[in-house]
Every structure is written in structure tokens, then in C-alpha cells.
T-cell receptor
Framework: KAGVTQTPRYLIKTRGQQVTLSCSPISGHRSVSWYQQTPGQGLQFLFEYFSETQRNKGNFPGRFSGRQFSNSRSEMNVSTLELGDSALYLC????????????FGPGTRLTVL | AQTVTQSQPEMSVQEAETVTLSCTYDTSESNYYLFWYKQPPSRQMILVIRQEAYKQQNATENRFSVNFQKAAKSFSLKISDSQLGDTAMYFCAFMNSGAGSYQLTFGKGTKLSVIP
């Protein structure tokens, strides 16, 4: 099976812009989670989707949003970018109830100038 | 809320030797999973090993094994016969299996260097 894929791999934006990141889970996986990784804060949970429903959301401002499509692919959007949003954004997928183990994609490196 | 603590920011080990990475966690939950993930310089997060809290037997995966002490809330990772490819950041992570949502809580990580 193909692993989790994320596009784009690298992104450079300026403050105030918005950005959309995409994640395609492992085939058959219905749960997709997003994490932000920064040197200062480490790995922080953003949100989790299962069957197109957001089941949980981390402590991030409303500028961070996401969605999941019927084919389980997920997108996350960050509006009005700030310098502090520069990070590695990781997507992970799991089967869900059958097995909650999360498998990660390679990440999207976002740089905000 | 759960917390995960990795008390060793950096460690080094000689090739072919054994090293143990420490992890403690704090939770009031009784049903949960614990994981070790590896993140090499490529930044790809790779699952190393998983432990279900209800299982008393410690998980093993080839050269990787854990020492799970539920009462002490301790979950250490032992790497035997260390190889250069084991050089990476290692993250301990907790997941509450009864929450209805699959959220991982990570420790700050341990940077492991394998020296030839």
C-alpha cells in the first residue's frame, strides 16, 4: 500500500496570506489527524477527522481549519498567516476503531516571511 | 489532560551497543496506547513500536523493545545492537483509547546519535 502523501512538500508565503495543505491517507484509512511541529512548542495536535466529521480540535486559533472529503483525503487551511505559523505540518492516518495506530506523511514545511 | 515527559534531551551510543530511552506519562485514564516514533533528519515520522495499556507483556519489534511499567507510568525504549541508521529524534506518545478521537500527545523528544 502507498503511504500517506502530503502536498506540497515546501511552501513559502508572506504574512497575511492564506494557505491550503493537502493530505491523502493510506488506502482504507478513515481517520486523518494533523499536527504542527515547531522547535519551540514541539508536536502539537491540530485536529482529527473521521468520515468527514471533525471529532477533536486542539488549542489553536480559528484561523486554522480543516475538512475531510468522502474519499478520506483531507485539507487544512490557515488564513491570515503569521510569522509564528512557520512550521512542519504533519498529517497522519489510521484505520480508526480497528486500529488507532497513526502513520505519518512526510510533512509540509511552511515558511512565513 | 495527559502529559508525556522525556527527560533525556540528547543521548549517544556506540554502534552495536544497547541504549535505553526514558519516557514517563501522567494520565487518569485506564485504557490507552503508548507509542515510540522515530524522526530521522529526513523529518519523516516513523512508527517504532506500540503498546496497549491492558497488555502486561512488553512489546518487541526486532531490535526494539519496551519496558512498560503501568503503575509507575513509565514506558522506556531499549534499542539493541544500535546501528548508524538509528540516529534520529525519538518521540514517546500517548493516546487515550476511550476518548472517541485518536489524538496523540507527544513528549519533547530525545535526540539519539549512534557513533561509529
Amino acid at each position: 500500500k502507498a503511504g500517506v502523501t502530503q502536498t506540497p512538500r515546501y511552501l513559502i508565503k508572506t504574512r497575511g496570506q492564506q494557505v491550503t495543505l493537502s493530505c491523502s491517507p493510506i488506502s482504507g484509512h478513515r481517520s486523518v489527524s494533523w499536527y504542527q511541529q515547531t522547535p519551540g512548542q514541539g508536536l502539537q495536535f491540530l485536529f482529527e477527522y473521521f468520515s468527514e466529521t471533525q471529532r477533536n480540535k486542539g488549542n489553536f486559533p480559528g484561523r486554522f481549519s480543516g475538512r475531510q472529503f468522502s474519499n478520506s483525503r483531507s485539507e487544512m487551511n490557515v488564513s491570515t498567516l503569521e510569522l509564528g505559523d512557520s512550521a512542519l505540518y504533519l498529517c497522519a492516518s489510521s484505520q480508526g476503531l480497528a486500529s488507532p495506530t497513526q502513520y505519518f506523511g512526510p510533512g509540509t514545511r511552511l515558511t512565513v516571511l | 489532560a495527559q502529559t508525556v515527559t522525556q527527560s533525556q534531551p540528547e543521548m549517544s551510543v556506540q554502534e552495536a551497543e544497547t541504549v535505553t530511552l526514558s519516557c514517563t506519562y501522567d494520565t487518569s485514564e485506564s485504557n490507552y496506547y503508548l507509542f515510540w516514533y522515530k524522526q530521522p533528519p529526513s523529518r519523516q515520522m516513523i512508527l517504532v513500536i506500540r503498546q496497549e495499556a491492558y497488555k502486561q507483556q512488553n512489546a518487541t519489534e526486532n531490535r526494539f523493545s519496551v519496558n512498560f511499567q503501568k503503575a509507575a507510568k513509565s514506558f522506556s525504549l531499549k534499542i539493541s545492537d544500535s546501528q548508524l541508521g538509528d540516529t534520529a529524534m525519538y518521540f514517546c506518545a500517548f493516546m487515550n483509547s476511550g476518548a472517541g478521537s485518536y489524538q496523540l500527545t507527544f513528549g519533547k523528544g530525545t535526540k539519539l546519535s549512534v557513533i561509529p
